[in-house]
């Protein structure tokens, strides 16, 4: 290149959004050599990049790549500036160093490589001369990064719960106030810190530094998921959902989007809401992978079953506890005929039986109910609240009498419970944290062995899961006897999800 092209080159890098569309190469889809030019998801993400960023994303937009790609153009344009990469597995950070990182930066013009050197690049680092550098591994333990960026972190806060600990108390302090974090990621169910942040970010406009910036990315804003086809047969449940979507989103689908769509619904069934979201609400009603009533409780929401639930003054309310050393949770739930109405939860910690008596009295005053049995663990039997008095002869004292769940595996109540599940009719508002947990409820994962455990996570979905399992078992063993004076249950109004 002689002097002139110099210095036109040179004055082109100083605008990032030339260099954003003319310098780096990537390994295109056809394996070929090909010249990165930001999609509109991409440059979505570029234009409203804060502090602190969570991106919830339809699949195949191409957003890891587009932000490899911007730090690779900080790295290579600021000094000093380092940004660690936190992949959801080993291999998917080799490939992404390989193929995002050093690819790019092998592909770069001789000349910008001899004015910005390389001065280490291994399997998963580069460093340059002007004391910048990227890292890409699983997790980051020590050391200040000024750039974070998370990749599929609902992945890792459902299969690796440990490790999304380490990268929320860990590698997320190591960034300074004025640093930027980017967590992006498909919707993996509704439980982990992933989810935590997608909500929380919802609810605000960022204000500050710490504040989250949401930014969600549907299906229907890729102008590639589309299909020539100029008919297409639709069920009226796929007509209904489209034509809701249109009004929802103020959005006019094409023919070729609804076909599309129609297409990968039909092919990925319930799978579809977190692969191709169309509104954020959705992405989250889908089953928590290895949960163990996960498909049972995307059900309550598709049949409406998860709705407003209102108190029946004319019917008992029975309580259903699990009692531990951390939490206490209680369900209360009114049977009516074949319907199980779970119409309030409520769970606390650090507190004595008396706290939770006081609470239930209080229940019954404002909702003017009347309470017909609690239902509790058999470690009710031990002491522990009263010294040399056993938890039941306390609760007894206090104006509770327990009766003991039948003593079964955990294996069989959880049986127990799926059969049952679809006779329950739930609160939306007033049962919202013990909803959480029976969807959240699963299996460990054996990270060594890349399966699940036949035994659950214990994690806060455990209270609330085990205190429906205990109320389960007891009407199991005492089937509800019918009251003359309500024969038949009445159908409770509800609205469907989708």
């Excluded at 380092?82 to 930066?105: E, P």
């Excluded at 990749?151 to 930027?180: H, L, N, S, W």
Aim: charged share 25%; hydrophobic share 40%.
């Amino acid at each position: 290149m002689n002097d002139k092209g110099l210095i036109e080159l040179g004055k082109k890098l100083l605008d990032r959004n030339w260099r954003l569309s003319n310098l780096y190469y990537l390994v295109g889809k056809d394996a070929r050599k090909t010249l990165f030019k930001p999609n509109w998801a991409q440059l979505k993400l570029f234009d409203s990049l804060s502090y602190r960023n969570l991106d919830l994303k339809a699949r195949q937009l191409g957003v890891t790549t587009g932000y490899c790609i911007l730090w690779l153009d900080s790295i290579l344009f600021n000094k000093d500036l380092r940004v660690g990469i936190v992949a959801h597995t080993k291999d998917d950070a080799r490939i992404i160093f390989r193929d995002k990182i050093k690819y790019a930066y092998d592909a770069l013009p001789e000349e910008i490589k001899a004015a910005i050197p390389c001065e280490k690049m291994d399997a998963h680092e580069l460093l340059l001369k002007n004391g910048s550098g990227i890292r890409v591994g699983v997790t980051f333990r020590s050391g200040t990064v000024q750039i974070l960026h998370v990749t599929e972190y609902g992945y890792i806060c459902q299969k690796m719960p440990q490790r999304a600990e380490e990268i929320k108390t860990g590698a997320f302090q190591a960034v300074p106030k004025d640093g930027i974090i980017v967590v992006e990621s498909t919707a993996k169910g509704r439980n982990g810190h992933f989810y935590e942040l997608a909500m929380e970010a919802q609810k605000r406009i960022p204000q500050n530094a710490l504040d989250w910036r949401f930014t969600f990315m549907p299906w229907w804003e890729d102008p590639e998921y589309t299909l020539p086809g100029e008919s297409f047969a639709e069920s009226q449940s796929e007509t209904n959902y489209l034509d809701d979507l249109n009004k929802k989103c103020n959005i006019t689908l094409t023919q070729g989007q609804r076909e599309w769509y129609i297409r990968k619904w039909r092919e990925l069934g319930d799978d579809i809401y977190a692969e191709y979201p169309s509104v954020p609400e959705e992405a989250f009603k889908q089953s928590t992978e290895g949960a163990y009533y996960g498909r049972l409780m995307l059900d309550a929401w598709h049949s409406g079953r998860i709705t407003s639930v209102p108190i029946d003054p004319a019917l008992p309310v029975e309580t259903w506890w699990d009692i531990g050393r951390d939490t206490t949770s209680i369900w209360f739930v009114q049977r009516d005929g074949l319907v199980n109405r779970c119409v309030h939860y409520y769970q606390n910690a650090g507190e004595g039986l008396p706290h939770y008596a006081a609470y239930l009295d209080d229940f019954r005053q404002k909702k003017m109910i009347r309470y017909s049995r609690a239902i509790g663990p058999h470690d009710l039997r031990v002491t522990e609240w009263g010294g040399d008095v056993k938890r039941i002869d306390v609760a007894a004292k206090l104006g509770i009498n327990f009766e003991i769940a039948p003593e079964v595996s955990i294996a069989d109540g959880i049986e127990v419970v799926r059969r049952n599940l679809p006779f329950f009719v739930f609160d939306e508002e007033n049962c919202a944290d013990g909803i959480k947990g029976l969807e959240s409820y699963r299996k460990e994962w054996n990270q060594a062995l890349g399966t699940w455990k036949d035994v659950p996570l214990h994690n806060f979905a455990s209270h609330p899961a085990d205190a429906f399992r205990y109320g389960n078992l007891a009407m199991a063993a005492t089937p509800m006897i019918a009251d003359k004076s309500r024969s038949a249950a009445r159908p409770i109004k509800t609205v469907r999800w989708r």
